[in-house]
């Protein structure tokens, strides 16, 4: 079988480079929070941690393709969206990466152990949560684009009611004078179309008198049309006039109520953003018992990824990397401890001498 030789001229990073069987640790180890050189010296350990990395590498893939999704909901641009994907996924990788390597595993009982884990994987339960929701709106995307326009056309019409009531009510003054204007020209025509009839009647016969053509009757009536008609010309003038006037702002104010509403419509389909997109989940959460059973589980699956750094770093078995690891800090510290005793004893010594 023909093998594969690098020249120091062509390094060329294979397999080896990153799962750790090279010289210089590897990417997955620096993921892991682990320090390279100490357990580059023990080749057993070295599968533990890859591992390790590869799970921390995995909730930052999860974090970023959650965030992506959630960023082209509210901006609606890749650019945008990739770029914001990454700093978030780098945000919550450095924090779980931050968590597992400040966990230690020899010199520290069990119990002590999951006593300073814990705020961790609180910390890691909230991560995953604010994960988690992304990720469920991108699943039951067509379930909840159908929510969206039934929770939009609810929106719509609330809305328009409403802007009728206000619309009556900014204009129930300005109609009821109209109304009254429109009975009081109705009564006056009425008043004239009554004397026009009666003389018209009187001079065919079929007036009081019942004889046609007494002409002396029918002037008198014809002239009390003729001057109620004059007396109601200027009123007539005056009630068109303001008529006019109450219809132009009917039809303006009915002209603002449908932009209003149409421009409301407008705004509500074209800006649908991911508060939208989650209201609707959680109205399909709370309608479907099959919904919110599936929103459950994803979210205790992304709360479990998201928690497995720091359950797999408690749960790894002391090893020759940790106790290594504790010998390099804690011989150090100890040192540092007996010498600031040692100082502080010299200093007392010395303050009872000067006593």
């Known amino acids: 079988m023909a ?13 080896e480079a990153f799962s750790g069987s090279g010289n210089k640790g590897t990417f997955l180890w620096w993921c892991a929070g682990v320090h390279a050189p100490t357990l580059q010296e023990f080749p057993t350990e070295h599968p533990k941690y890859n591992t390790l990395g590869g799970v921390l590498l995995a909730t930052f ?20 969206a990739i770029g914001f994907a990454v700093l978030w996924g780098l945000i919550i990788f450095n924090f779980d990466r931050f968590m597992v390597a400040t966990i230690r595993k020899y010199g520290i009982s069990a119990s002590r152990q999951w006593r300073v884990a814990i705020p961790r994987i609180v910390l890691a339960i909230m991560i995953g949560i604010t994960i988690a929701r992304p990720l469920e709106l991108k699943l039951f995307e ?3 684009n159908v929510k969206v326009a039934a929770n939009l056309n609810t929106k719509i019409k609330n809305y328009n009611q409403q802007q009728d009531t206000i619309h009556m009510a900014r204009v129930a003054t300005v109609q009821s004078e109209r109304n009254q204007l429109l009975l009081r020209r109705k009564s006056m025509e009425d008043t004239l179309l009554k004397l026009q009839l009666s003389y018209v009647q009187e001079a065919d016969g079929t007036g009081g008198s019942g004889k046609r053509g007494i002409e002396s009757i029918t002037q008198l009536k014809q002239n009390a049309y003729q001057q109620t008609a004059a007396n109601y010309g200027p009123e007539f003038l005056t009630l068109d006039s303001t008529l006019t006037a109450k219809n132009v702002f009917l039809a303006q104010a009915g002209q603002q109520l449908e932009k209003e ?20 989940l959680h109205d399909l959460s709370n309608e479907e018992e099959s919904v919110y059973l599936a929103n459950l589980l994803i979210s205790l699956l992304i709360i479990i ?15 020759p ?14 040192n540092i401890e007996r010498s600031l005793i040692a100082e502080q004893e010299s200093a007392r010594s010395a303050n009872l001498s000067a006593v």
């Open 142 to 144: 067509k379930e909840i």
């Open 61 to 80: 893939a999860l974090a970023a393709l959650s965030s992506g999704y959630a960023f082209y909901t509210i901006f609606g641009k890749i650019g945008w």
């Open 3 to 15: 093998t594969t030789t690098n020249s120091p001229g062509h390094d060329i990073a294979g397999y």
């Open 305 to 319: 990824l998201e928690t497995a750094p720091v359950l797999a770093k408690l749960l790894l078995p002391v090893g």
């Open 321 to 334: 990397y940790d106790i290594s690891l504790a010998k390099q800090e804690l011989v150090p510290m100890t």
């Open 261 to 280: 509403k149409a421009a409301f419509s407008k705004s509500a389909l074209e800006n649908v953003g991911f508060l939208e997109r989650n209201k609707a």
